[in-house]
């Protein structure tokens, strides 16, 4: 039997509350909720993407993700949107355990 992962406070629409309450057992979790399966690809987004907040204290823009993700995998400029398909904000934010971005669209 698969245990159950007690999950840290999330606002109203499924955003870790403080970020520091992040780890990696906690974004398979929140993966599985939008129906993700974390491959390496979505991993080195992820990460990058908290190494990103940790050293700038925001949240990156899509593009500096685009562009990491090119550098390190190739592929097509949409590799994000593939990754996440129902968005960068929506899903790639959540799933990295950031604070929803204020005046982002959830696209």
């Known amino acids: 039997m698969e245990a159950v992962m007690e999950m840290p406070a999330r606002d109203d629409e499924g ?3 403080d970020p520091a309450d992040w780890n990696e057992n906690l974004a398979v979790a929140l993966a ?10 979505h991993w080195d987004a992820i990460r990058f993407m908290r190494d990103y907040y940790h050293e700038h204290q925001v949240i990156p ?9 090119a550098a390190r995998v190739g ?7 593939e ?3 129902y968005g960068y904000v929506k899903q790639a934010c959540k799933i990295a355990g950031m604070k929803r971005p204020r005046g982002w669209s959830t696209g």
């Not at 823009?61 to 993700?69: A, E, G, P």
């Not at 592929?75 to 949107?81: D, K």
């Open 83 to 85: 990754l996440f398909p």
């Open 32 to 41: 599985r909720l939008e129906n993700i399966a974390l491959t390496e690809t």
């Open 75 to 81: 592929g097509s400029r949409n590799l994000v949107f």
């Open 61 to 69: 823009d899509v593009r500096f993700v685009t562009r990491h993700l």
């Open 15 to 17: 955003y870790l509350v």
